[in-house]
Structures are given as C-alpha cells and as structure tokens.
T-cell receptor, first 113, second 115 residues
C-alpha cells in the first residue's frame, strides 16, 4: 500500500520569501504520480501541482514547483515569493491501486507579514 | 474544482439520527470518492464508486455507513445512528479515472456535527 509522510506539522515563512514543504512517499509501483493540494481555512481542497514518476523535469505551476528526487522518494513542494494568502494546510497525496488518493497528515503553513 | 457540488455544507445531527450527504460530480466524471477528515488531520479514504457500482469500500466502517452512486442523481453517503465520533468534514472528489495522472477535483465538503 502507498504511504505519504509529511514531517513538518507547521511551518512559518516571511512574506515574499520561499519555503519548502517536505513530502516523502513509499510505493512499490514503478509508475505513479504525486499530487499537492492546498486547504485554506475555508476548507476546500485546491489542486496545486502534479509530478509523474517518469517525468524528466520537475513540475512547475506559477509560484509552485516540485523538487522531485525519485531515488530518495521525495517530492517537496517549493513555494516562491510567499503571499499572505498562501497560509493554509498543504497535503501531499499519491494514488493508491484503486485510484483513490492516500494523503499525508499535512503541513500548516503560516505566512508572516 | 467548483464543479463538484456537495450539500449540505453544514449538517447538525443529534446522536442516533441519520445523516445523508450528497455529492454531484463534475460533468463528464464517472468516478466518485468519499473521504473523511477529522480535525487537524489529513483526508482518509472511505469509498470509491462508479455509476451503480462500489469499486473499493476498504475505508468504510463496517457498520452504520453506506454509499451509493445511482445511475441518475448524486452520490449519497449515508450514516445511520450517528455518534459524536462521526463529527468530521466529509469530502467528495470526482475524476475521469482514466489515468494515473488524473487529478481529483474536490467538493467543498460537508461538515457534520453530532450533538
């Protein structure tokens, strides 16, 4: 079964600085994908970025990028130029065999003015 | 992700009552997933359905919980005889389910409070 570990329960970052949120995973699949979701205080789950295990380049989406290290089984999310609106819970997820998602416990990011 | 509609957004039930949570997937999506999120925790998978079929219910409690996705209409998550421990946010997600890189679009969740 898939497993996601996020070791940072909470993180603080100064506005306009970059921050890295850690995610490590465990899978026996040869081909898989990693997803990051943002959950603001309003509660909805917002898709941020996807990385395929066979993608040669790290995924980027605007201010979001993935530092994907396949050999280390890590897919860290990098947020550049943090904004106050980035304060939220961030979840790393990996599809399981049944195509449902396995989520990590999340990291609460607080952006300081 | 605004296309996945869940209702109600908030639901209050007394212990022993029934809770019915509804989810309408995005247009064109035939795969529906239900997740439960306890306070300060990540989402935990409950059940995966396609139209008229339960594909994987390995995350569903054995008693009191059931789910369906009929040919017509929304998917329903039903909790009978609710207890305080059922208080949580319940999220529905939908996807086309056609490949491993298919993102799941989430609804805004239903917050169930059992009093």
């Amino acid at each position: 079964a898939q497993k996601i570990t996020q070791t940072q329960p909470g993180m603080f970052v100064q506005e306009k600085e970059a921050v890295t949120l850690d995610c490590t995973y465990d899978t026996s699949d040869q081909s898989y994908g990693l997803f990051w979701y943002k959950q603001p205080s309003s509660g909805e789950m917002i898709f941020l970025i996807y990385q395929g295990s066979y993608d040669e380049q790290n995924a980027t989406e605007g201010r979001y990028s993935l530092n994907f290290q396949k050999a280390r089984k890590s897919a860290n999310l990098v947020i550049s130029a943090s904004q106050l609106g980035d304060s939220a819970m961030y979840f790393c997820a990996i599809p399981d065999y049944g195509q449902n998602f396995v989520f990590g416990p999340g990291t609460r990011l607080s952006v300081l003015p | 992700n605004a296309g996945v509609m869940q209702n109600p957004r908030h639901l209050v039930r007394r212990r022993g009552q029934e809770a019915r949570l509804r989810c309408s997937p995005m247009k064109g999506h035939s795969h529906v997933y239900w997740y439960r999120q306890l306070p300060e925790e990540g989402l935990k998978f409950m059940v995966y359905l396609q139209k008229e079929n339960i594909i994987d219910e390995s995350g569903m409690p054995k008693e009191r919980f059931s789910a369906e996705f009929p040919k017509e209409g929304p998917s329903i998550l039903r909790i009978q005889q609710v207890v305080r421990g059922d208080s949580a946010a319940y999220f529905c997600a939908s996807s086309t389910g056609q490949s491993m890189n298919t993102e799941a679009f989430f609804g805004q969740g239903t917050r169930l409070t059992v009093v």
